[in-house]
């Protein structure tokens, strides 16, 4: 299975460290728990990164990666695990799921449902997992989004 992210050049050589999510909390890890967040498409990976953006100012210093995950190690979230309002800003219950899930080490992958695109899956990669050696990780490519994605809604 071939997963998508999307981050700045210079943190491209550490992009599926994990370290971003252990400093920072994000919505499905508290800060301090190591895991990588990717997509299942590069389409979704733009989107779920530009949701994060200033709509102001088009980055120029982006590039997007692939990884191939051994299907085997891969875990589906069971959506009717999640309340009804779990896509709302800093909900505890995706960050315990996912804290546990990566403390637990039972899969190298987790899929679970993207916010920004209701229906389509994102992936958690969990770095401490001994079967992460086994993702083949891309090479770093060069990636922009359209600029019309950035123009003034005035007209």
Known sequence: MQVW???KAKFAETAFSGEGA?????????????MVYASQ???????????HLDPSVAPD???????????????RL???????DW???DHPVPRKIGAEWAVSKR???????????????????????????KIKIGKPKPFQFDARMFRSNSR
Do not use: T
């Open 22 to 34: 252990r400093l920072y909390a994000g919505r499905w890890n508290p800060a301090g728990v190591r």
């Open 87 to 89: 896509r709302s800003m």
């Open 41 to 51: 498409s590069l389409a979704l990976a733009a989107v779920e990164f530009f949701v």
């Open 61 to 75: 210093d982006l590039v997007s990666m692939s990884a191939i995950l051994p299907d085997d190690k891969v875990e």
């Open 107 to 133: 899969s190298v992958a987790l899929q679970v449902p993207s916010v920004a695109v209701e229906g389509e899956w994102n992936m958690l990669l969990n770095p401490l997992h001994p079967g992460f050696a």
């Open 78 to 84: 069971d959506i009717s695990e999640l309340p009804k």
């Open 5 to 7: 992210r999307i981050c």
